[in-house]
């Protein structure tokens, strides 16, 4: 049985868009793409992303305790999914835009341009992300 799949790794992550609904997290301009990519996870995942951001916030809970420790905790965790974040686009621009690069003046790849067009895309998007994850913390 063939899967349909969509984005640049083929496989967008129930994993990542659970941390996100967990840790409340708004994609901001990205929602609805987010979304799209929800389309093609097994609906099992999907629906776990979806009961995440419906059920008790993890972010509301941190912020009504006013507990400094468990506040920087929190933003110790949005940190830690920035930087992985910003792996990932180091990742994308040596695997992705580099490649395409690589590849654009070469006749054996005629595409080559629309994939270069298409990693800019990509990066935009994951920059965005990495960034209102980044901009998620809790004020000291």
Known sequence: ???PFIGGSEAPS???QS???ALGIDPGTEKTEIE????YMPPSHRDFIIALWHGPSIKTYVQSGKNKELQQLYNGC???LTQFRSCHIQMVVRYLIIFAGKREDNPK???AGSHLRQGTETMDFLKNL???TKNAGLLD
Do not use: Q, V
């Not at 799209?36 to 389309?39: E, I, W, Y």
């Open 1 to 3: 049985m063939a899967l």
């Open 14 to 16: 129930s994993t990542i």
């Open 19 to 21: 941390f996100d609904a």
């Open 36 to 39: 799209k990519f929800r389309g």
């Open 78 to 80: 949005l940190e830690a």
């Open 109 to 111: 790849f005629p595409n």
């Open 130 to 132: 990495r960034d209102t």
